[in-house]
């Protein structure tokens, strides 16, 4: 395929990119547009030495690439390059990619790395905090400097509580929440008009419990009782 170049020969990444990630980048021939792969898959923790940093690289799962319309390289900071690249952010993410880092001060401008993992976009430093407004406004699809909703920002390599970029669930997270529901077991609640007694069985009110009123003074509750 003529749109996707590999210059990672001579890196400790130097092996090529998962199937799945090459088929969410195809549209990039659409754009004409090159992907010029300088650091690419690694080999997992435990099976082998030639890896470094991220486990998002592992086993081609994701990539760090400059990118080429023209045969010129493609620069965010260029006013007619960065319509390019929030198309290939919001097209890749459309298409399943879940982490993407950029930004001047990350790699240099015009290269991204992009790929798989928990849902994340960064900056320098590996922070959600230093994501650009453009990558961030193109990865939620959101205005330019207005955060996602109920999003957070933070480290995208430690995926704890608050500390990574959260934003709307994929395909897959939300068919594993819908598997998850369908192992609950089905709420059943009694009427309580119907049957009063079901009521009663109830663990006693908090508040009567600690003096906040008398339930035998209460008309409605005695009733229930009485019945």
């Known amino acids: 395929m003529d749109w996707l170049e590999y210059s990672n020969q001579g890196a400790t990444r130097n092996q090529p990119l998962d199937g799945r990630l090459v088929g969410a980048m195809s549209f990039l021939p659409e754009m004409g547009v090159t992907m010029r792969v300088i ?54 993410r459309a298409n399943g990619v879940t982490g993407i880092g950029a930004g001047d001060d990350y790699m240099g401008a015009g290269r991204m790395h992009i790929g798989f993992g928990s849902e994340a976009v960064w900056g320098a430093g590996g ?26 920002q933070g480290d995208p390599w430690a995926y704890t509580p608050g500390n990574y970029a959260q934003g709307p669930q994929g395909p897959q997270q939300n068919q594993l929440a819908a598997q998850e ?46 019945s």
């Open 39 to 92: 650091s690419g898959g690694q080999d997992a923790k435990g099976e082998g030495d030639r890896r470094t940093g991220s486990t998002r690289h592992d086993h081609g799962g994701a990539a760090d690439a400059d990118f080429y319309k023209d045969g010129r390289k493609l620069d965010w900071n260029n006013p007619e390059d960065r319509p390019l690249f929030e198309a290939i952010v919001s097209r890749a």
């Open 127 to 152: 922070k959600g905090d230093n994501a650009p407004d453009w990558l961030r406004s193109a990865y939620y699809g959101t205005p330019a400097g207005q955060p996602p909703a109920g999003g957070q």
């Open 181 to 226: 529901e369908q192992k609950r077991p089905e709420f059943q609640m009694r009427n309580i008009l119907q049957d009063p007694r079901a009521f009663m069985q109830q663990p006693q009110n908090q508040l009567a419990q600690g003096g906040g009123f008398d339930v035998g003074s209460n008309p409605f509750l005695n009733y229930l009782r009485t």
